[in-house]
């Protein structure tokens, strides 16, 4: 247990509805991370949020996804009209003060199936 | 080509031999990371290298900024290493922090 979680762990859903999941990162830890993986690839950036602000969000993150974190403190990360594409298992990572040289600590993640 | 590479793919080994998996990135780095994953997805980070050897109980990493590559060493290994092992790099500038991920290497571990 790294100390991150997330919620739900599993989610199987219909096209076009929409779903949210959450992120509970280290409680001091300033910065998070959305990550997305695909089946028998390696994990790929989508945003990140220094406390509450969201610094940067990668050209994967269509306007069909949005996350937040109130202040600073979980995040939410919500696909609408999902498409079958967007199967993959999303990972959130924490650490201190986002620096190049620290680590990283990962939740267990959320499977998404997109039926 | 990925920014980041790994090698090999798939690795399968007999308990208590050793074992190399590499790592080769194209852009400039802040810090290069190896991390492991078992199935149902959990990722652990094992090393965070920006120069030199680190070692922890029987891994090894290494990193060659100058040639821009790094490896990491498990010496005599056992089924429970079995996972996807993972080297990532976060590079400076204004994406400070960020990873950016290999496709990973699949380690299975016979006893």
């Known amino acids: 247990d790294t100390g991150v979680s997330q919620d739900p762990r599993h989610k199987i859903t219909k096209r076009g509805q929409n779903v949210t999941f959450r992120c509970d990162p280290i409680?001091?830890?300033?910065?998070l991370y959305w990550y997305r993986q695909t089946l028998g690839q390696g994990p790929e950036f989508l945003t990140y949020?220094?406390?509450?602000?969201?610094?940067?969000k990668s050209r994967l993150l269509s306007d069909r996804f949005s996350a937040e974190r109130p202040k600073g403190s979980f995040s939410t990360l919500e696909i609408q009209r999902t498409e079958q594409g967007d199967s993959a298992m999303y990972l959130c990572?924490?650490?201190?003060?986002?620096?190049?040289?620290?680590?990283?600590?990962f939740g267990p993640g959320t499977r998404l199936l997109v039926l | 080509k990925n920014e980041v590479e790994q090698s090999p793919q798939n690795l399968t080994a007999q308990e208590g031999e050793f074992i190399t998996i590499n790592c080769s990135y194209s852009?400039?780095?802040?810090?290069l990371h190896w991390l492991q994953q078992h199935p149902g997805g959990g990722i652990v980070s094992l090393f965070m290298?920006?120069?030199g050897k680190k070692k922890h109980g029987r891994l090894i990493a290494t990193i060659n900024i100058q040639e821009k590559h790094s490896s990491l060493h498990i010496t005599a290994s056992h089924p429970r290493d079995s996972a996807v092992y993972i080297c990532?790099?976060?590079?400076?500038?204004?994406?400070?922090?960020?990873?950016?991920f290999g496709q990973g290497t699949i380690l299975t571990v016979h006893p």
């Open positions: 990572a924490s650490s201190p003060n986002g620096g190049a040289q620290e680590t990283q600590y």
């Open positions: 409680s001091e830890h300033n910065r």
């Open positions: 949020f220094q406390n509450e602000a969201q610094l940067e």
């Open positions: 852009v400039g780095i802040s810090a």
């Open positions: 290298l920006s120069s």
């Open positions: 990532a790099v976060s590079a400076g500038g204004t994406s400070y922090g960020k990873l950016t």
